[in-house]
């Protein structure tokens, strides 16, 4: 059997004794939204999926293969580029669909914007500057809790900005360049909406006891390094390079045990940390946070929930997706 | 079915409730001597069916939240608040000031026959016979309407602003335990500031929805 060479055949790729000769196709290629329609020939027959959207790029600039999808219908899914076209059915004179996914933007980019305004804003509102609080705002004493706010909430931010970097492996590369504006539009208006009570003069301490601060900064920290335990296993259930699914389990880690309750005790935890924080420092407008976050995640737990039971048969029955026992 | 019943129910009161609505609005404007008295005492005409309608309209929300329409929970959230905090937080809390504005016989006005005409729609789609006719009212009146009562609400909430900054009402100052406060000034300015990204989505969506279903303006002769 010949091996399939890519690219134009040339005296070096193969033996002199064999010629092979790469079939090509003619396809039409189809916008999966509208009726425009142009034709794509000289395709190679053995072409992945991922080089039939290099070869519709160079035909029409327009059609960076990062955002787009190729597909057998209009609304189905898109195939993955490492499939070869003809394992699809996909062969001379067929059709298939172009779904233009628009201006795509890497996930590590959006996240590295949405977690640097919060906090730079906070600190910003920290140092209660004049054009905000007025003349004066910053001689007004602090009390020590709006202190302790600022370090937990720029630990919570700093420490997202680390994962990002170095700890979350990204199953898909891009998403929609509109979602940079709606996610950074969520986390920055809700930092400065929530530290701009925080770090109010007008700000008043928790009611009940010092020790209702440092219970629910207890808590706070505990709910963080959960958070980060949630991510390490997670990121080592993923070998590098790859997109392989597997069920998480429990390892050493005392804080990883909730693995066994729940499918994303990463979104537990941060729920956690949130309402820590909001009883520490008894403002509603982190409260209306976590509960937005929360509402959210859940949302999120329930699909990853969802999707691990339908892909692995043996899935623990007993576990929830966010709410351990609940939900 | 019980959730079948229920919508016929609740869809046809609605439809009455508004062509009532309506129909004191006719009765005022036939007893009024000259257009100041009639958008000067129109508030006055409707306000009682008015509220009943209009805040009975919150089950909306529900129905959405329970899944037993399959219109989305938080379009229908925003839309039913909007309508509510117009309502009662502008109209109803405005005083004669704003209920004297013609702005709200505009709004109302354009409330009114939308609300009859969707509410209709509902009803007969329930029934699974719905004429083409009120297809067409519902893909087509939005087209004035929907600028109208946009612009009614616009101006109802711009003449809201100088009282709610005066008397400082439905607001909750700091210092307080919860660290939170709420001013009705800034939140009118923020609804505001709303209309500018929503009016053009929500009026472009209808438009292709017509497109769509009612097959929108000339069409070219066959053949060109």
Redesign the interface.
Known sequence: TALPIRGNPTRENYSSFEFFAVQSMDLTIQESRGTRSFNLSDVPTDASVGDLKHLIHKKNRKYLPIRTQIRLGPKEKGLNEKDALKVHGIADGSTVYLKDLGPQIGWTTVFLTEYTGPLVLYLIFYMRPSFIYGGGASAVPYSPVVHLAAACWSFHYMKRLLETLFVHRFSHGTMPILNLFKNSGYYWSFACYIAYYVNHPLYTSPSCCWSQIYVFFALFAISELGNLSSHWLLKGLRPPGTTIRRIPVPDSNPLNKLFNYVSCPNYTYETMAWIAFTGMTQTAAAGLFALFGFAQMAVWALGKHRNYRREFSDYPKRRRAIVPFLL | MLAKSYLLIYNGFQALGWTFILYRGLLHFASSPSTKDFYEGFYTAVEYPLKIAQTLAVLEILHALIGLVRSGFMLTFFQVFSRETLLWLVASAGGPKIQTHYGIVAMVLAWTITEIIRYSYYFCNSLKWVPFVLTWCRYTFFIVLYPLGVLGELLLIGNMMPIAQETGMFSYR????????FDFHVFLCCATLLYLPIFPQLYLHMLRQRRKIVGGGDRRVKGD
């Not at chain 2, 700091?174 to 406060?181: A, E, Q, T, V």
């Open positions: 700091l210092p307080n335990k919860w660290n939170i406060s």
